[in-house]
């Protein structure tokens, strides 16, 4: 499978406990993206890197929140002290990162529950 | 800030018939759309897209139109299948916000064999 891939796929946890995502883009692809996606809504944008360049946050990225792509491939998101309020599926999506308003293809997303 | 809607939150239709999911948008300076199907469990998956330059664009069985008098856009699917029932979104992105896509709520699609 070429697509977008993510690990875990499921991950439960207890409030004040540190998680960390993954996420591994398609493989030409420059540009990658976080959203937040909760029960019965459309994903919201969190943070994209061109790169190994964060080039962009949302305001619901808070400071408990940070991501990396440390070598310009696959990317981490890690949660510190998480909330109940975080339990939600994390979507990355990736594309070329060539121009503006590209096409995002997305990962099948990490749900997260916060006991 | 952005603004991004679904007429009907659920749809319902008879194997065979054709669908129509519609979205309104409210930032007149839209000008990239994307409509994605979500199954139960799994990410997004891109549909078709649509730039505004564009009122109607055609692909394998869905059709998009774009009215951006009254900004809003439709999904048409014809010869809708069961393996066609999913939530869609539709998800707007503006050149000054750069590459970030803000998504309506969904339609939750349900194909009745």
């Known amino acids: 499978d070429t697509g977008v891939s993510q690990d875990p796929r499921h991950k439960i946890t207890k409030r004040g406990q540190n998680v960390t995502f993954r996420c591994d883009p398609i493989?030409?692809?420059?540009?990658l993206y976080w959203y937040r996606q909760t029960l019965g809504q459309g994903p919201e944008f969190l943070t994209y890197?061109?790169?190994?360049?964060?080039?962009?946050k949302s305001r619901l990225l808070s400071d408990r929140f940070s991501a990396e792509r440390p070598k310009g491939s696959f990317s981490t998101l890690e949660i510190q002290r998480t909330e109940q309020g975080d339990s939600a599926m994390y979507l990355c999506?990736?594309?070329?990162?060539?121009?503006?308003?590209?096409?995002?293809?997305f990962g099948p997303g990490t749900r997260l529950l916060v006991l | 800030g952005e603004s991004v809607g679904l007429h009907l939150p659920t749809l319902s239709v008879q194997e065979g018939d054709n669908s129509i999911i519609n979205c309104a948008y409210s930032?007149?300076?839209?000008?990239?759309f994307i409509w994605y199907k979500q199954e139960s469990g799994k990410g997004p998956q891109f549909i078709i897209d649509?730039?505004?330059?564009?009122d109607k664009r055609q692909g394998q069985r869905v059709t998009v139109l774009l009215n951006k008098t009254v900004k809003h856009l439709s999904l048409q699917i014809a010869a809708t299948q069961p393996g066609d029932s999913a939530v869609y979104f539709c998800?707007?992105?503006?050149?000054?916000?750069?590459?970030?896509?803000?998504f309506g709520t969904g339609t939750s699609l349900t194909v009745i064999p």
């Open positions: 999506a990736s594309s070329l990162g060539f121009t503006t308003q590209e096409t995002q293809y």
């Open positions: 493989s030409e692809h420059n540009r």
């Open positions: 890197f061109q790169n190994e360049a964060q080039l962009e």
């Open positions: 930032n007149s300076a839209s000008d990239y």
């Open positions: 649509i730039r505004s330059n564009m």
């Open positions: 998800a707007e992105n503006t050149l000054n916000t750069g590459n970030q896509f803000y």
